[in-house]
């Protein structure tokens, strides 16, 4: 059976994309959390994944003698193992489309991502304000979501962002979950849409079990006002 290697799921935005992709895939995997201790090279998740992904980082995706890192990588070699799965689009364009906005997620908003790391146990409306007023890159890429994700949903005529379930839903659900947590201003599509992948079973799945950690770590918040 596949395993995927994964961090902390109330904190760890990179892992919750390749999860939620299977599990809503339905897609059978052993799931393997290695707990954020630290970062350090002696750290015990350093450690214990020395032997497995080179670069000590989650997610890494184990098929046999095969280890699969970085969720792009993760994503291309499910799409291709389970070509049933239909985890692309199935026309050319809109599949070209759907690895672009994929691909720009991977690469960019880097405000968004350093402002508002992903916790979805919290609520941090108050730090989301304070991030929407003092932050223009915040509100630059938020209105790029507003125009990316309400012209797909238009061109595609949802639920999803390309009609169906895809591999561009479950990498932007880290980002539904930023916009909830930290009550950023958005318009109605954005917030239906952030509502409908809030509610897929996979997401549900992994919000259900983030919220059962209950595991604080100091140094991945921060920005934390208050607790």
């Known amino acids: 059976m596949l395993k995927l290697y994964i961090g902390n799921k109330n904190y760890s935005s990179w892992s919750m994309r390749p999860w939620v992709l299977m599990r809503q895939a339905g897609i059978a995997f052993e799931e393997v959390m290695v707990q954020f201790d630290s970062f350090d090279a002696d750290s015990d998740f350093k ?26 990588a993760i994503s291309e070699y499910l799409a291709e193992r389970f070509p049933d799965k239909a985890l692309w689009p199935a026309d050319p364009q809109a599949r070209a489309r759907a ?3 994929c691909a720009e997620m991977h690469a960019g908003f880097t405000a968004l991502r350093g402002a508002c790391p992903m916790n979805i146990e919290a609520s941090l409306p108050e730090v989301g304000a304070l991030a929407w007023r003092d932050k223009p ?55 239906a849409y952030v509502d409908r992948v809030a509610a897929l079973p996979g997401v549900a799945a992994w919000v259900q079990d983030a919220l059962a950690e209950q595991d604080f770590l100091d140094f991945e918040e921060p920005y934390r006002l208050k607790r």
């Open 137 to 191: 890159g915040v509100r630059a890429d938020v209105a790029r979501l507003e125009t990316m994700w309400g012209g797909l949903l238009q061109a595609h005529g949802g639920p999803m962002l390309f009609g169906d379930f895809s591999i561009a839903d479950a990498y932007f659900a880290p980002v539904c979950m930023r916009l909830r947590s930290y009550g950023l201003p958005v318009s109605s599509t954005v917030r």
């Open 99 to 101: 690895r672009s906005v």
């Open 47 to 72: 450690r214990a994944l020395k032997d497995v992904n080179p670069v000590g980082k989650v997610p890494v995706l184990v098929d046999g003698d095969l280890a699969v890192w970085d969720t792009l």
